[in-house]
């Protein structure tokens, strides 16, 4: 079994190629910086009328050829929700929904498959399938549904353009909906989802049919009805969010033990969050236009690693502060295996970044055949990285910074040793859980959570610090098989 990182995980709206609106084109950052939080709001009602407005094209649809053609079995597989509202009209169509309250129902003993599994003839009509999702999966954040019928095959999509803006797409490309699903098979295959064989039988059966023109017009044409009437928003009121006065937060040292702290500490990583994704859209819109010259390319892409890192950062400092208190929260941490192949070919790459920024040498050390882990994917993937930023940001400039990966047991051993004596930099702590680099600015999580976090993982943290070198970091990991 092969299970990937969020980071390698695709989204569904990724299986559509770049787009080239107009309103990305004619964008000029001097005339929209002052409007720049309604714009973003603006884009983001557009993309939510157009999703309704295509279900309910899609449901008139599905009824009219519900009446007019044979009897014969589609599917219809949607997220987070079931979306077609007259799903007991269509006799015909089996539902399946992707949900991470479907997890709590999967039983896989030892990722064991049952013994016998469902056929499609078992299955009664309009069934609606609860399909098990990751609450760290990407398309969790997405609504989506796609279609298979006899006479045609549909993807619709409301997520993320490539420049985290939100965006409606559809389509009735046979090529585009086969990658959909194959898509959606992985996450299931990953999960050990047992009736997986009911879902492919209905869709060999369909296939992706090439739909009649006329049938796409009709849809289009649905679609654009069901349109509401776009709010004119009064873009000359709005104020600059990068010129706004921005207050400091005073320290707060409570234990965060109640839930007010945490509330406190969720508004203020995203208030923190905020302003980070207006830059990172802001520059990767920069990064579109044509006329971007090699330097200038450069500091974008480096402004753009820096808020997504610091993004995550407040993203993992969050949900470190949530598991302190209630270590079953809302997102429970999924243990699952993980092919670890996959996890170092995406994470070596930004640890790269992450050296040579800092001008601190980068050396990794991997066996040729590695093993899988148990462990939660993007939670994992948070943590290893906020290890390479500790090291990274804690050396002096030319330093070297050693990663060796290993196997010691029935556990993955990886030992992150720095070179070179790290400079005299102060900590002061922040409450229970954060740490404070006044030279730098730095915020960071504390030893005791960061160990706590690894133990929460099924691991263990060793820290050992050498007078004159450096400190040594060992992670252990329990391992895993994939079949």
Not at 80 to 96: H, M, Q
Request: neutral net charge; proline residues 7%.
């Amino acid at each position: 079994m092969k299970t990937m990182l969020k980071g390698s995980l695709p989204k569904l709206s990724d299986i559509f190629p770049p787009t080239d609106h107009q309103d990305r084109e004619t964008f000029t950052p001097n005339a929209f910086y002052p409007n720049l939080s309604e714009w973003l709001k603006r884009s983001q009602l557009k993309a939510e009328s157009e999703w309704f407005a295509a279900i309910a094209a899609l449901e008139n649809i599905l009824l009219q050829n519900q009446n007019n053609a044979a009897a014969g079995r589609g599917l219809i597989l949607s997220g987070p929700t079931a979306l077609v509202r007259e799903s007991k009209a269509l006799t015909g169509f089996e539902f399946g929904v992707f949900t991470v309250k479907a997890l709590k129902h999967l039983q896989w003993p030892g990722f064991q498959l049952p013994s016998q599994e469902k056929s499609a003839a078992d299955v009664s009509p309009t069934e609606i399938h609860e399909l098990p999702l990751l609450p760290t999966d990407p398309i969790a954040n997405e609504r989506f549904c796609l279609v298979f019928s006899e006479s045609f095959a549909l993807l619709l999509v409301l997520g993320e353009d490539q420049w985290g803006l939100s965006s409606f797409q559809f389509s009735f490309d046979p090529v585009l909906t086969q990658q959909a699903w194959q898509q959606l098979r992985q996450r299931l295959v990953n999960l050990r989802y047992p009736q997986i064989g009911t879902l492919e039988a209905i869709i060999e059966a369909n296939g992706s049919p090439s739909p009649d023109y006329r049938l796409v017009s009709q849809f289009s044409r649905q679609l654009l009805q069901n349109l509401p009437n776009q709010p004119n928003l009064d873009l000359k009121k709005t104020k600059s969010p990068i010129n706004a006065e921005i207050t400091p937060p005073k320290e707060d040292n409570s234990n965060l033990e109640s839930g007010c702290d945490l509330e406190l500490l969720r508004a203020l990583t995203h208030e923190i969050r905020t302003p980070l994704t207006t830059i990172r859209t802001i520059t990767r819109l920069l990064l579109k236009r044509a006329k971007v010259t090699e330097d200038v390319q450069k500091y974008l892409e480096t402004i753009d690693l820096e808020c997504s890192e610091q993004i995550q950062r407040m993203e993992l400092i969050f949900r470190a502060a949530e598991l302190g208190i209630n270590p079953l929260g809302d997102k429970p941490i999924q243990l699952i295996p993980i092919a670890l192949e996959k996890v170092f070919q995406d994470s070596i790459p930004r640890w790269q970044k992450q050296a040579k920024r800092r001008n601190v040498n980068l050396e990794v050390n991997v066996p040729k055949k590695l093993p899988s882990v148990i462990s939660d994917p993007n939670l994992l993937d948070q943590m290893l990285n906020g290890v390479v930023e500790k090291c990274t940001r804690s050396m002096a400039s030319g330093g070297l910074l050693q990663v060796h990966i290993s196997t010691a047991g029935n556990q993955l051993k990886m030992q992150f040793q720095t070179q070179v004596k790290s400079p005299n930099l102060t900590l002061k702590a922040l409450g229970k859980v954060l740490m404070f680099q006044p030279e730098t600015g730095s915020l960071s999580l504390n030893m005791k959570v960061t160990k706590n976090l690894f133990q929460a993982l099924g691991g263990k943290l060793i820290v050992r610090e050498k007078p004159e070198e450096g400190e040594i970091l060992t992670i252990f990991l329990p391992l895993g098989r994939i079949k």
